[in-house]
Each structure stands twice: as structure tokens, then as C-alpha cells.
């Protein structure tokens, strides 16, 4: 058992189960629909369809990240039983949160000198995030110690690939990505944007691409490319997806079909509330260890 506790942002966007089957603790984002602030709590205020259900009626969403104090006093409650600390923040490229957690740990090594707390930028986000934490878990469980497995994070976290497609354009108009003018002809010719995360933690558009089937392909054909010994891949694949489960279960049917040698079955999350809230849903990622992101 380890003497440290490991621990993330509900932006990792796995379950409350899955969190807790692997010791994997947690402090909320926040999220506000129609006015009323509500927790980013993997899904229990509010149940993802649900969520998803109001955003297509017309729903107001914003959200707000983890503040320095709510730091404070998460990382204060281990701290204070004299236990360390190593915590795995959403990427700085969609997020300030891990700032917030930086200036909470200058003020918490004042107060507990005697504890460690390390902090490391996932540069990742939703279940690709979850992915990264599920193997720090799994290295954790193997016996290393806390700070061999803060430099592993800092290492490899970049081994992570997040690839991205949308089915709804509705949402990048909302939040300015796209132009009202390129989201009626992106809809009204079906382009499905392909996204992935770049070395510095950013979204970034990679292809436009016609009709949910071809992207489909694409987005396999991504992770043929990328992932660690090609169609040999022996690792875990994690998707998640934001109430379009029909066309992560096609990704996944693919992916089995073409990776036999997977570490166990795809396995499929809801985009949590936090990144929801931007996406909205229609949203299907990826995630795979594969080269080193570069760009």
C-alpha cells in the first residue's frame, strides 16, 4: 500500500467507480446550467443524459475551475494524516486550474514542511487524462515510490494521444471556434471536424472530413499510425463521448477488430460536464499510448 495519496481533476472524466476500484482521488470543477452552480461530479448532481438532454433544448452552460482555497483544503486533508501528495491537473492549454493548484501548494509547504506535493501537468483532458492517471495507478500499485513516479508522469505524459471528432457543429459556433457562416456549410455539407491535442495541451483542428463514416475510418487510421507497435498495440483504449454512445461503440467495434492484441475491450465514459459544457454533445475521443506528440 502506498504511502502517498495520487490524485486528479473530475476532468479526467472516468466514473466515480472506476476512481475508487483504483485509488484514484479527486477534487470537482464546477458547472453552471440555467444560473444554478452545480458540482462536476462525474455525473451523480445531474445524470449525463440528462446534462446533454437540456444542452439540446436550448440549456445556458458556462463552468468555472478549482479555486486556490478548494485546493487548500483538499490537499489539506491528506496532508495533515501525513500523507504525500501527488496531483494530476487538467491541461493549462484548456484550463487555468493548474495554476490555482501551484499557488495552493506554495502556501501548503509552508504550513506542512515535512510533506511532499508534487504536481504535474497532464496536458491532456477528459478519459485521456483518465488514461494517464490509470496507469500512474497501475505504477503506483507496482511499488513506486512518489517521486520516481512524479518524473515518470513528466516523461511520458506526452505518450498520451487525444484524437477528437464532432458530429454537431452547434457548440463550436456557441463558443466561437467556428464562424455562424462555417458552421451552416459544415452542416449543411455533414464535415465531421477531426481535432487532437498538441504537445503544449491545445486542441487543435486537424482535418475536415465528409460524413460521420469517413471519420469514423479516420480517426482509427490515426491511432494505426501513432499508437506504440502499430496494429501490435498491447495497451488499454479508453473513448469517451458525450451522448452519441452509437458512434463510440463504431469506433470501438473498429478498433477491436483491428488491434487484436488490446489490453482488454475498449472502454467507453461519458464526456463529463466540465468539457461537455463546451463540446456539447455529438463529441466522440480517443485516447491511446503511442510516439511522443510533437506538434
Not at 194 to 218: F, Q, S, W, Y
Request: aromatic share 12%; net charge negative.
Amino acid at each position: 500500500m502506498a504511502d502517498y495519496i495520487l490524485s486528479c481533476c473530475s476532468t479526467a472524466d472516468l466514473t466515480h467507480e472506476y476512481f475508487q476500484s483504483r485509488g484514484i482521488n479527486y477534487i470537482c470543477f464546477h458547472y453552471i446550467m440555467d444560473g444554478v452552480e452545480y458540482p462536476d461530479d462525474l455525473g451523480q448532481s445531474i445524470p449525463f443524459p440528462e446534462f446533454y438532454r437540456r444542452m439540446t433544448q436550448g440549456a445556458d452552460t458556462s463552468t468555472s475551475q478549482v479555486g486556490v482555497g478548494e485546493y487548500v483544503d483538499y490537499f489539506s486533508s491528506f496532508m495533515e494524516q501525513g500523507l504525500d501528495v501527488l496531483h494530476v491537473s487538467l491541461s493549462t492549454g484548456l484550463s487555468g486550474t493548474f495554476n490555482s493548484a501551484v499557488a495552493a501548494a506554495d502556501i501548503l509547504r509552508e504550513k506542512y514542511p515535512e510533506r511532499k506535493l508534487y504536481l504535474v501537468e497532464s496536458l491532456g483532458a477528459s478519459s485521456g487524462y483518465g488514461l494517464l492517471m490509470d496507469k500512474l495507478a497501475d505504477l503506483r500499485d507496482e511499488g513506486m515510490g512518489i517521486e520516481e513516479l512524479y518524473h515518470w508522469a513528466e516523461e511520458h505524459r506526452l505518450e498520451l494521444h487525444h484524437w477528437f471528432f464532432s458530429t454537431d457543429l452547434t457548440w463550436y459556433v456557441k463558443g466561437g471556434r467556428i464562424s455562424k457562416a462555417a458552421g451552416w456549410f459544415g452542416t449543411a455539407l455533414r464535415i465531421c471536424p477531426l481535432l487532437n491535442m498538441d504537445d503544449a495541451g491545445h486542441l487543435c483542428p486537424r482535418e475536415k472530413i465528409r460524413t460521420k463514416a469517413k471519420v469514423i475510418k479516420e480517426i482509427v487510421a490515426r491511432m494505426e499510425q501513432h499508437a506504440k507497435g502499430g496494429l501490435d498495440y498491447d495497451g488499454k483504449c479508453f473513448i469517451s463521448q458525450s451522448d452519441c454512445y452509437e458512434d463510440a461503440r463504431a469506433v470501438a467495434d473498429l478498433i477491436e477488430e483491428r488491434f487484436p492484441k488490446l489490453n482488454g475491450k475498449v472502454q467507453i465514459f461519458y464526456v463529463g460536464t466540465t468539457i461537455g459544457s463546451h463540446t456539447g454533445p455529438g463529441t466522440v475521443a480517443l485516447f491511446f499510448w503511442g510516439d511522443e506528440r510533437k506538434e
